[in-house]
């Protein structure tokens, strides 16, 4: 298996509070995804990073924050949290070189209140 | 903009038979990847088989196997002799440059 690891693993807030979900990598590898998984979407980019500080949006943006200061750490953030960010957060990782094989980390299940 | 489609919400097989999960996805690329990743109650992802765009000859991967027609964008699993194993959501996903996108998900109940 990867080495992914993603912290926490279940969390209820409220809303309006900032929360920062951890996304680590034992792979050393260039590409950092989070999606978000709702019943019936599937599984849709947030942000992504091809790189130390360098991140671009996705598909559902709106609401989060990304930063990577270094290679093996992803995090995102809700700057305040609503009802709507309830969900199951995925990080995964691949390297664009290679299989080009996405590998996922074990999810953040979030509860805003 | 890409997308994936798996028209069948939930789909159920007898255990040891077979069946078949589509996928279809919209792209004008020619250089992709494809994928089919399983997710069961555990919440893990994980990854069945891949198939590269370019090459025309169908990935197999044990009792898995997809029949890919490139022409038609259509991406479809099969699983041959069906286990309890296998009841899961089962998520087609292309790839291209940096983004993946995914298809909503095939709930799959196998049968005893």
């Known amino acids: 298996d990867a080495g992914i690891t993603q912290s926490p693993r279940h969390k209820v807030t409220e809303t309006g509070t900032p929360v920062t979900l951890r996304c680590h990598q034992t792979e050393n590898h260039r590409y950092m995804y989070w999606y978000r998984q709702d019943p019936g979407h599937g599984l849709r980019l947030i942000h992504y990073?091809?790189?130390?500080?360098?991140?671009d949006k996705g598909e559902v943006s709106d609401g989060y924050s990304v930063s990577r200061s270094k290679t093996e750490d992803f995090l995102l953030t809700l700057e305040s949290a609503t009802s709507s960010q309830t969900s199951v957060y995925f990080c995964a990782i691949s390297e664009r070189r290679g299989t080009d094989t996405q590998y996922f980390g074990p999810g953040t299940r979030l509860t805003v209140l | 903009a890409q997308t994936v489609t798996q028209s069948q919400p939930e789909m159920s097989v007898q255990e040891a038979e077979t069946v078949t999960l589509s996928c279809t996805y919209d792209?004008?690329?020619?250089?992709?990847?494809l994928f089919w990743y399983k997710q069961p109650p555990s919440r893990q992802m994980i990854l069945v088989i891949r198939q590269e765009a370019y090459k025309q000859q169908n990935a197999t991967e044990n009792r898995f196997s997809v029949n890919f027609q490139k022409a038609a964008k259509s991406f479809s699993l099969k699983i041959s002799d069906s286990q309890l194993g296998d009841a899961a959501m089962y998520f087609c996903?292309?790839?291209?440059?940096?983004?993946?996108?995914f298809g909503s998900g095939t709930k799959l109940n196998v049968k005893p």
């Open positions: 996903a292309y790839r291209s440059a940096n983004k993946f996108y």
């Open positions: 792209t004008s690329e020619s250089d992709y990847y």
């Open positions: 990073s091809y790189g130390v500080k360098d991140t």
